[in-house]
């Protein structure tokens, strides 16, 4: 998790309609038109996404005896085994599904 939240701002005209009213937006935009957002995790294309990720990989992966090697990026392996695996990910997309849809 991030220890400290980034901020982006966001001009109105780039938000739909729908958006706006139903959170309510209008209420802290700028005089100038600004949205003023605070980022808790992550956002495609953010520039620390990396650092992100690779925080919430230690994190989940050191309760199950994974840790990074110290030398090589990418590189982990298990504190009692003999595995060790390269995680190497470009772009990832995820679709979930309903039933009966």
């Known amino acids: 998790t991030r220890e400290s ?6 001009n109105i005209r780039h938000i739909l309609d729908d958006i706006i009213v139903r959170v309510n937006l209008s209420s802290i935009v700028t005089p100038d038109g600004w949205i003023f957002l605070k980022i808790k995790k992550g956002m495609y294309d953010l520039k620390q996404a990396a650092l992100l990720a690779y925080q919430q990989l230690v994190t989940n992966l050191a ?39």
């Open 5 to 10: 939240p980034e901020y982006m701002r966001v």
């Open 63 to 101: 309760p199950h005896g994974y840790t990074p090697c110290k030398y090589s990026v990418g590189i982990w392996r298990h504190a009692t085994r003999k595995t060790k695996f390269c995680l190497c990910v470009d772009d990832w997309n995820q679709v979930f599904f309903e039933r009966g849809c």
